[in-house]
């Protein structure tokens, strides 16, 4: 018996597989019920009793030492086209994981919004569709007024006196909010917006906006000069200087059209500026007390401003980008010049 085990244990040293059949015609040969190590533990019951324990121990090893071996036969097969195959080379260095960037227009959102957080502006954000009165009527547009013609609005419905649209400015989430917000007020509101127009170098019909209002007693014109001034001078660096050109909006009186000190040429007039010094950046104006009064605000007892501008526009002259279309096309190669700390 000591013989036959010593011989399948240098069997089990010297024994290679090359296939699982072959691993499985081993064990049966070995483990299996008519198999050699089975035979062995028939025999097992002839030993004479103070040789048993000794047996015993040898046999019980003999046979883990065959499952292990077996074991570990068939789990080099399972390794085998892995290891001894041209496809995966363990010694090479893994996938280069690159990290994404932030879209320009999310940069430069969060970066308007981070300069007027400063100044106590809260965020406030409202519905892409919208109704005629939260994007028009409350703000003073007359109903004759151009910009509710289908040429600039895209109208979801319409035929009725308070038609859906799609919300071609922001100044509606200031609607919304001086109807519901106690006063003060002091927003923020970014957001898209959409209106009807032949996409161009310097147009598209889809667009990002940050709107701006404050609301209060004796809010003052001079008030909203230095707030836009700390504004373009935290965006464009601090020598920058601002322009107020008179203007026209129906929500806004008196209003304003705002220029900053071109970034480029420091005003001395480059090709960014078209020559002129000056690149426009926002409209503004004192809240008209029409729009007040339609919000539920009494324009005897309060004040305020608002201004506008288009993220898009902030970010093409904050990076000389000189086309529009870029921010839409997701070109990684474009996409990727864009890193900051926001
Ligand atoms: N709502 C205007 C626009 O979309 C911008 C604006 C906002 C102008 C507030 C003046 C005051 O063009």
Redesign the pocket.
Known sequence: MRDKIEKILSELDNVKAQTEREVEDLRIRLLGKKGEITALFDEFRNVLPEQKREFGQILNKLKNAAADKIEQLRNSLVDAPVSSGSKSDMTMPGDPFELGSRHPVSITREEIISIFNKLGYAVSEGPEIEDDWHVFSALNFPPEHPARDMQDTFFVTSGNDNPILLR??T?SVQVRSMEKMPLPIRIVCPGRVFRNEAISARAHCIFH?V?GLYVDKSVTFADMKQSILLFAREMFGENTKIRLRPSY?P??EP?VEVDVSCNICKGEGCNICKGTGWLEIM???MVDPNVLRACGIDPDVYSGF???MGIERIAMLKWQVNDLRHYFENDLRFLKEFSTSF
């Open positions: 071609t400015h100044s906006q709107e909006f929500f806004t209003s409209g503004a104006g608002a201004f506008g």
